[in-house]
């Protein structure tokens, strides 16, 4: 059983910074890619940033500059670094996996994390 904790939301203010983290537990072969994705109230989710095996990164257009994801292989922890935080980046923030475990492929949800910034 595959699990992703993610920890480190909470209040802000408009121009400050968190870091969110995500924990992997369980029995893991490969990690294809992890992201971050969050949703606002009344909003669709949306891709806040993804990181492939080989570190190659993609993030979206609104957090580019801002924010950096991270992932430490050795110790399936992945990171979202956000600075200069704004009230639009309100959101609960969720961490995804894309997993090979015993040779299937599977994609995993945390329970996320709830972001607010609010001056």
């Known amino acids: 059983q595959v699990q992703l904790v993610e920890s480190g939301g909470g209040l802000v203010q408009p121009g400050g910074s968190l870091r969110l983290s995500c924990v992997v537990s369980?029995?893991?072969?490969?990690?294809?890619?992890m992201g971050w994705y969050r949703q606002a109230p009344g909003k669709e989710r949306e891709l806040v940033a993804v990181?492939?095996?080989?570190?190659?990164?993609k993030y979206a257009d609104s957090v580019k500059g801002r924010f950096t994801i991270s992932l430490d292989n050795a110790k399936y922890i992945l990171y979202l670094q956000m600075n200069s935080l704004a009230p639009e980046d309100t959101a609960v923030y969720y961490c995804?996996?894309?997993?090979?475990?015993?040779?299937?492929?599977?994609?995993?949800w945390g329970q996320g994390t709830q972001v607010t910034v609010s001056s």
């Open positions: 369980g029995i893991i072969s490969v990690i294809n890619s």
């Open positions: 995804n996996a894309d997993i090979i475990t015993g040779g299937i492929r599977h994609n995993y």
């Open positions: 990181i492939w095996s080989r570190g190659t990164t």
